[in-house]
């Protein structure tokens, strides 16, 4: 099982950048895949980024992709989506997910999740 901490996320305004970051914790080549889901309220939890945890590769949703960058150290064992240019449409719960398997932007691949963290943006 592997256990997921997001944090970074808070209150920005519009045109602000904010970072958040996913701490792991497991055994040793548990996940392959790290992702980013948000969930606006009202909404269905919808899929953001992903990045393969060995290759690098990253993958992103076709909403607007351009203001997000997802990464990872490998060192620290973290994930992170930095966003940029942040808009009211970008407030939403923001999830970290890991897959032992190949990329999928279906969020029932993913096994292990975090607990949220709120990101609100002001206009």
């Known amino acids: 099982q592997v256990h997921l901490v997001e944090s970074g996320g808070g209150l920005a305004q519009a045109g602000d950048s904010l970072r958040l970051s996913c701490a792991a914790s497991?055994?040793?080549?548990?996940?392959?895949?790290m992702a980013w889901f948000r969930q606006a309220p009202g909404k269905e939890r919808e899929f953001v980024a992903a990045?393969?945890?060995?290759?690098?590769?990253?993958y992103y949703t076709n909403f607007d992709k351009a203001h997000f960058t997802i990464s990872r150290d490998r060192a620290k064992n973290t994930a992170y989506l930095d966003m940029n240019n942040l808009k009211p449409e970008d407030t939403a719960v923001y999830y970290c997910?890991?897959?032992?398997?190949?990329?999928?932007?279906?969020?029932?691949?993913?096994?292990?999740w975090g607990q949220g963290t709120q990101v609100t943006v002001s206009s």
């Open positions: 990045i393969n945890w060995v290759s690098t590769v990253t």
């Open positions: 497991g055994r040793a080549g548990a996940w392959y895949i």
């Open positions: 997910a890991s897959s032992p398997r190949p990329y999928d932007a279906d969020l029932t691949q993913y096994d292990s």
